[in-house]
């Protein structure tokens, strides 16, 4: 949320979060689409990835094939490349003010790295706090969904998994109740939505929050004519 005392950055940004299999990339384009139908300026991301190194060390993180993969390399990894997404992508966007859609962002690694690997969450917050220079998202969208569910969704069709989706359902138990809980601690800025529904029913809810978050921002921005960043 913005305090009196803080001023936002232009653009509005937006993180998709949750399980593998919970249709993020699915609802974030819809998202997209709409936005830009509506007039808006959008960038459409992805974590890791969204610049040229950043797509470099996703395919370490995520392929199979690379050898063993330390949990704190991991962790690292991750951040090495959202410090390069926001510097080069995320933040010129919300300065330019446009509306910046990422399938993921730092609630990933403090569920998957933090929790899921057990090096802890505030650990993990604290090294990306630090990567991002404090970047939060406006509105972070949690698709919930099971573990049995998204593996059934991932490997439909004969799909292959990745490194992390690999993991066994237990690891996925534990990153769903990571997600949700973060989303407790922050209920201003999750919505938080149950995967099972219709595409179009989530797509139709998802960008009800998104317009009136944007509507928040402007009203923010003519109100204070400087600019911060959102933080939690």
């Keep these: 949320m913005i305090s009196s005392a803080e001023t936002p950055l232009p653009g509005l940004f937006v993180a998709f979060e949750g399980g593998d299999g919970a249709g993020k990339s699915t609802q974030a384009r819809i998202l997209a689409d709409s936005l830009r139908a509506a007039g808006h300026e959008v960038l459409l991301t992805r974590e890791p990835g969204g610049t040229p190194i950043g797509e470099k060390l996703r395919g370490l993180v995520l392929e199979h094939g690379h050898g063993e993969v330390g949990a704190r390399t991991e962790a690292l990894i991750f951040a090495a490349?959202?410090?390069?997404?926001?510097?080069?992508?995320?933040?010129?966007?919300?300065?330019r003010g446009g509306v910046v859609v990422t399938d993921r962002y730092i609630?990933?690694?403090?569920?998957?790295?933090?929790?899921?690997r057990g090096l802890g969450a505030d650990a993990v917050r604290d090294l990306n706090v630090w990567a991002t220079d404090g970047l939060w998202p406006d509105l972070t969208v949690l698709l919930d969904v099971d573990e049995a569910e998204g593996r059934s969704r991932r490997t439909a069709g004969d799909?292959?998994?990745?490194?992390?989706?690999?993991?066994?359902?237990?690891?996925?138990?534990?990153?769903?109740?990571?997600?949700?809980?973060?989303?407790?601690?922050?209920?201003?800025a999750y919505l938080v939505l149950d995967a099972r529904q219709e595409p179009g029913e989530l797509a139709e809810a998802i960008l009800s929050a998104v317009t009136s978050a944007l509507e928040a921002r402007s009203a923010a921005v003519r109100a204070h004519p400087g600019r911060v960043e959102a933080r939690p």
């Design 159 to 188: 799909a292959a998994e990745d490194r992390l989706e690999s993991e066994p359902d237990e690891f996925h138990r534990d990153v769903r109740a990571a997600f949700l809980e973060l989303a407790e601690t922050r209920p201003g």
């Design 107 to 116: 609630g990933s690694s403090i569920v998957y790295q933090g929790v899921g």
């Design 81 to 95: 490349s959202r410090a390069a997404h926001v510097e080069q992508s995320i933040r010129p966007a919300l300065e």
